[in-house]
């Protein structure tokens, strides 16, 4: 009979058990640990008083710990602070919206009142990705009333109409600093178009929110900005739109591509331009086409109408043009459809480049 001879590894222990501390843990062995925790003990993962939510008050209140020991320049019961005018003060309760829904923290005050937590500020009551979530929402068409339905269903948090017409409104900002931004010099083309809005007029009345949308000389699709009508524009509004573009920037267009739009026809801003027009003739007809087809501008129409589609129609003038704006705002997440617009227009930009010699220098913001 023959004896089998095992080797055994030795296995060193670790040091943190050699020195009487446990053995670290893992961030996925820590997660494994809370999620058991909280199923033996019957308690939610989500919803309210459920486990992200604990978590999420936990994880608050150890940063606003942090930020007054910051302040301070000393730990809670540190001798340091004896004697050092200013210490910890108890604190006060507040309720904030966070995205795991409505979560109390204990807010930490100091003696001589000079504490300011820069990460639960005065007065605020939202946490930041909440405003994102209205917006997001917002910009799918969703009206108050269904943002507000729908935070209550899957957060359990009560948020007003006026809250979320509050967080919409901030929008307006940035809506006024995009349609003045800077422009491009020149552009090969602009296409002009409008959707038609319901506005709550008594009666209810449609009325166009004209879009300027532009290729850029890299090939890049940019929207210009978008203009609030009633749906009687004649040349004169139609001059002051191009001279607000003129003021911001652009010196040259190639071409402009509009459809039915009354009195924009009549500006004749490119009545002499028949000579550099004529080439345009004899171009490919798959440039042609490109060019001259609606799917350009009608791909980011259909984004903009399914979003109005869903709200229905606005309370006011100014609502139908904010909630244009979050859709175009929201368009292509990904990147992908500005790749797929770069490739479409490089034999057309390529056609401009020798119709126009000259005349599409680099751009200039």
């Known amino acids: 009979m023959t004896d089998t001879v095992v080797e055994l590894e030795t296995v060193e222990p670790d040091e943190s058990a050699l020195l009487g501390r446990p053995a ?3 961030d996925e062995q820590l997660v494994a640990m809370l999620v058991e925790r909280a199923r033996s003990e019957g308690l939610q993962l989500t919803g309210q008083d459920g486990l992200l ?8 209140e150890s ?3 942090g930020e007054i020991t910051d302040h301070l320049g000393h730990d809670k019961h540190d001798a340091v ?5 200013n210490s910890r003060n108890g604190g006060r309760a507040k309720t904030v919206l966070t995205d795991v829904g409505p979560v109390e923290v204990k807010v930490p005050r100091d003696t001589s009142g000079t504490f300011e937590s820069q990460i639960v500020k005065k007065r605020q009551r939202r946490l930041t990705g909440v405003d994102e979530m209205v917006l997001s929402l917002s910009a799918k068409g969703l009206t108050h009333g269904e943002i507000s339905a729908h ?3 899957v957060y359990g948090a009560e948020v007003s109409k006026q809250t979320i017409s509050t967080i919409s409104d901030q929008v307006m900002d940035g809506m006024a600093a995009w349609q003045s931004r800077p422009l491009d010099r020149v552009y090969p083309v602009l296409f002009v178009d409008a959707i038609n809005v319901k506005i709550r007029d008594q009666p209810v009345a449609n009325r166009p929110i004209y879009l300027v949308m532009a290729v850029t000389v890299e090939g890049e699709r940019d929207i210009l900005g978008i203009w609030a009508g009633d749906g009687g524009e004649g040349a004169k509004y139609w001059l002051q739109v191009f001279t607000e573009l003129k003021n911001r920037g652009l010196d040259d267009v190639l071409m402009l591509v509009c459809d039915g739009l009354k009195g924009l026809p009549d500006v004749k801003l490119w009545s002499d331009a028949w000579a550099e027009f004529v080439p345009f003739l004899a171009y490919d007809v798959g440039i042609c086409k ?12 259909a984004r903009i109408r399914k979003t109005v589609r869903a709200r229905g129609h606005f ?3 100014s609502a139908g043009p904010k909630c244009v704006y979050l859709a175009l705002m929201s368009l292509d997440p990904t990147g992908k459809g500005r790749r797929r617009w770069t490739m479409r227009w490089k034999a057309p930009l390529n056609a401009f480049q020798i119709a126009f010699d ?8």
């Open 24 to 26: 670290p843990v893992s």
């Open 53 to 60: 939510q604990q978590l999420t008050k936990r994880v608050l």
């Open 63 to 65: 940063a606003l710990e």
């Open 81 to 85: 602070g004896r004697g050092s005018g």
């Open 151 to 153: 935070l209550a269903e």
């Open 290 to 301: 490109v060019i001259c087809s609606t799917n350009a501008i009608e791909s980011v129409n």
């Open 315 to 317: 309370p006011t003038e």
């Open 358 to 365: 000259g005349r599409l220098s680099p751009s200039s913001r």
